[in-house]
Every structure is written in structure tokens, then in C-alpha cells.
């Protein structure tokens, strides 16, 4: 909010800077009314017949201590621009005598401090004279008679910030709910208190009132959107277990009675049954881990612990493909949570990596407590050789049915399920899942969970 409320004083400073420049520039030299140049005309005239009769009676140091103080020094020069009485100390006073003689009328100049103004005059004994007055300004911001007062320069500093956060607070408001949103939290809204609604007139129609009501609106309309598809799948995958039981039993019946030559397609059909199955499961798993907010009966799970339990049947799945796996583990990782979703997200993706590494290909689990940001964390990492991910596919291989390696999606079983269940499940533990690719080639996929003590 801060660079906003600088823009906006800047921007506001901006626009006054070339409407005094514009504005009052030239009244400086002039002034702004008849009647004031009247004025002063008059009282420069009346000052200089002062000083006239007194230069002319040779009391010219009485007069110049009548008439002049230390910032303000009223003089009299000649036509050609020689002082007669009093020294303003200004370089410039002989060229803007002779200018204001030339012209015939009252001449300024202005300078960083003061202004200097030269004005022709006929003394009571007939003599023409030039009366040449330095005027101060009255405040030292007043560079060159451009900027404005103190006054002036504490309201717009007051009034800049108080419109900036006026402007800058249902921004960020809207930006924070947006942020929610884009995390998954499609329940978030634009929240205002009764004295904040008053403020801003959320109650009226402006266009900031708009802005949020209509940002409000969409918010509810895409929950609704997401929890209708959410259900449709969910109610979907409940109805095709039936049929796909029936089919299953029907297939065993088929091979009881089907010849030798069938063999072959019974065997299709079972195995595509089952990847169905198996479809169904995870979606069913995925609609589940979507519905819950927080663990129910949480307890203290060792990461450490659950890896090596999981160990034997993941090695059993990779020795399918000759892959190796091996583990770092380190005592004290531990997790508040449940240890079955902990072991569905782990077990997704390390099967996902024995999916993509090549025969023989290596994987390696890791765990252990970590420091990061000054915060404690316990990390499950599982890195493999395999080819690894696009760089700018890295964050969307976690929403579900996204396969990142599309040239091999019929190559390959699974469905792009996995790591989305794996994501849901390390989120609702208050984890996050972080992607990148090896250097040396292959994926790393780290799981980072809020570290929990050990207690005896």
C-alpha cells in the first residue's frame, strides 16, 4: 500500500506542480488583479517620494531605516541604474532598472529568495528617479515565488495519504480475497464491517461498491460451479461402481464358459476393468480429500516411521521395472495429522515416479526436519532420473486429469489423479508440495509439513 499512497502523492504534486508553474509564474511578475497592482504601484509610490525627498534633503540613512529591515531594502537609483540610497545587493539590479526605464512601467525579477522590483518615478522636485525594492518571501519554500505555502504543502500531505488508503484499502481487500480464491478457497469474499460499509457507502452504487459487490457475485457463482462438477463427479463414480460390479462378476462367468480362443480378450476386458476401477477409486478419493476442511482426530504420525513402512511395497511395484529405490531416513520428522492420507500422498507419488524413470532408473526418498525462513518444517523429498517436467507445467501437473507428458498418455497407465490427491492431502495437514527438476535430470517433489515436537 505504501508504493500506492507515494504514487498518488507524486502523481497529485505532478499535476500541482504545472498548474502553480503555469499559474503563478507570471502573476509574480505581474499580479494576479488590477487592484492589487494598484496597490502596490501606490505604495511604491508613496515609499519612493519618501526616500526621493529624503535622498534629495540628504537623510537618506534615516529614511533607509525608516523603510527597509534586514530581508525587505527599499533604494533609489538613477536612470542608468547607479544607486543613489540603499543597496539591495543584488547583481542584477542595473539591468532591470534600465529595463523598467526603457519599458516605462513596473519591472520584476525573481530569484531563488526574494523578488526584485524596479519602478520609474518623478520626485516632487521634478527629478526622475527609479525606486528599486527587494521583497523577501514570506516562507522559504517559496523557490522563486513558485511553490506554496507551509499551509498549503501540510494539507496536500495530509489529504494525499487519506485519499491514497481511502482508494488502496478495498483494493487490497480485493486482492486478498483473490488470492484465496486462486488457492482454492472459493468460500473467500470481500468482507466489510458495518463502520468500514458507512465509509465507503458499500451500501450505494459507486463504482468501488460495484467492484465489490460484483467480485462477491462471481465468487459465489464459481463455488457454485466448482461444487456442482464436484458432486456430478462425485455422483457419477458412485453409479458406475454398480454396473462395473456387475461386470466384473459377468467377466468371471464369461471365462468359465468362453474357449481357449477368448482368453486373450477376457483378459482386455478384465484389465481395462480394472484401470476403471481404479479411476473411479481415486476420483472418489480426490472428491473425498475436497470436502474436508481438517483432519478429525488428528495424532502425531513419524514420516520417518511411515516410510518405512510403505518401503516394501513400493519396492515390490518398482522391481516391476527394475527400478531401485533407496531412502535417507532421519529420526524426528514428525506430523500432526492422519496417517492414512500421509501414506495415500507419499505412496501417489513415488508410484508416479516409478511410472515416468526408465528401466533400471533410480528414485530416492528422503526424510528429515528442516529449517526454512525461520521456520521448523518436516520434509518428505522423492527425487528420480526419469525426464523430468517442463519448466512452466511444474505447478499445473497438481490439478487433477493433467497429464504433463502428453505424447505418452496412452503409453502410460494412471489418469493425472495421483499427485492432485497427494496436493489436497499434504494441504489439508497445512503442508504445501514443492515441484522442480533436477539439474542433472529427473524430477525432485518435496512434501513440507509444520514440524511437530516428539513427545515422550
Known amino acids: 500500500m505504501f508504493r500506492l499512497v507515494l504514487k498518488i502523492f507524486l502523481a497529485y504534486w505532478l499535476a500541482a506542480g504545472v498548474v502553480i508553474f503555469i499559474a ?3 502573476p509574480h511578475r505581474t499580479t494576479h488583479h488590477a487592484e492589487l497592482a494598484d496597490a502596490l504601484d501606490s505604495s511604491l ?9 529624503a535622498y534629495e534633503s540628504g537623510h537618506c540613512s534615516q529614511a533607509q531605516e525608516l523603510l527597509s529591515t534586514k530581508d525587505n531594502v527599499l533604494s533609489i537609483a538613477t536612470l542608468e541604474g547607479r544607486l543613489l540610497c540603499g543597496d539591495p545587493g543584488v547583481g542584477g539590479t542595473k539591468a532591470l532598472v534600465v529595463a523598467a526605464v526603457k519599458k516605462k512601467k513596473r519591472m520584476t525579477s525573481n530569484y531563488p529568495r526574494f523578488q526584485l522590483i524596479a519602478t520609474p518615478m518623478r520626485s516632487r522636485s521634478g527629478n526622475n528617479y527609479v525606486i528599486v525594492f527587494k521583497n523577501s518571501y514570506s516562507s522559504a519554500l517559496e523557490v522563486y515565488g513558485l511553490l506554496p505555502g507551509y ?22 481487500r480485493l486482492r486478498r480475497a483473490a488470492q484465496q480464491i486462486a488457492m482454492g478457497k472459493l468460500d473467500a469474499r470481500v468482507q466489510w464491517s458495518s463502520v468500514s460499509e458507512t465509509v465507503y457507502g458499500f451500501n450505494g452504487n459507486d463504482d468501488i461498491a460495484q467492484l465489490v459487490r460484483d467480485f462477491n457475485h462471481m465468487a459465489e457463482r464459481l463455488q457454485a460451479l466448482a461444487e456442482s462438477q464436484r458432486l456430478l463427479l462425485r455422483d457419477v463414480s458412485h453409479e458406475l461402481r454398480s454396473p462395473l460390479a456387475r461386470l466384473r462378476v459377468g467377466l468371471g462367468l464369461a471365462r468359465q464358459e468362453a474357449p481357449a480362443t477368448m482368453s486373450e480378450h477376457l483378459d482386455r476386458i478384465e484389465t481395462e476393468t480394472k484401470r476403471l476401477n481404479d479411476l473411479i477409486g481415486q476420483i472418489l478419493s480426490l472428491s473425498y ?4 476442511q481438517e483432519i478429525d482426530l488428528p495424532g502425531d504420525v513419524s514420516l520417518s516411521e511411515l516410510v518405512v513402512d510403505l518401503l516394501p511395497d513400493v519396492e515390490y511395484e518398482a522391481a516391476q521395472s527394475n527400478c ?8 524426528g520428522c514428525t506430523v500432526r495429522g ?11 507419488i513415488v508410484r508416479n515416479a516409478i511410472r515416468y524413470v526408465p528401466t533400471s532408473g533410480l528414485i530416492h526418498i528422503d526424510t528429515a526436519p528442516v529449517e526454512r525462513e525461520s521456520k521448523r518444517l518436516s520434509v518428505v523429498r522423492i527425487s528420480d532420473n526419469g525426464p523430468g517436467i517442463p519448466d512452466d507445467e511444474l505447478k499445473s501437473v497438481l490439478e487433477p486429469f493433467y497429464r504433463a507428458d502428453k505424447a505418452r498418455h496412452w503409453q502410460q497407465d494412471g ?7 497427494a496436493n489436497r492431502a499434504v494441504g489439508v495437514h497445512g503442508g ?3 515441484i522442480l527438476n533436477r539439474p542433472a535430470g529427473g524430477l525432485i517433489v518435496e512434501m513440507c509439513f509444520p514440524f511437530i515436537p516428539e513427545t515422550d
Not at 499551509?151 to 487490497?172: D, E, G, K, N, Y
Not at 531401485?324 to 529420526?331: E, L
Not at 489418469?415 to 490427491?421: E, H, K, P, R
Request: proline fraction near 4%; glycine fraction near 6%; charged fraction near 10%.
Open 432 to 434: 504445501t508440495i514443492n
Open 24 to 26: 503563478d509564474f507570471a
Open 415 to 421: 489418469f493425472g489423479i495421483g499427485l492432485a490427491i
Open 324 to 331: 531401485v529405490i533407496t531412502t535417507t531416513i532421519s529420526p
Open 289 to 292: 480429500l475436497e470436502t474436508i
Open 45 to 53: 509610490a508613496m515609499s519612493g517620494q519618501t526616500i526621493a525627498d
Open 151 to 172: 499551509t498549503t504543502i501540510a494539507i496536500s500531505c495530509v489529504v494525499t495519504p487519506f485519499l491514497a488508503v481511502l482508494l488502496a484499502l478495498p483494493i487490497r
Open 338 to 348: 492422519d496417517a492414512g492420507l500421509l501414506r495415500a500422498a507419499v505412496e501417489n
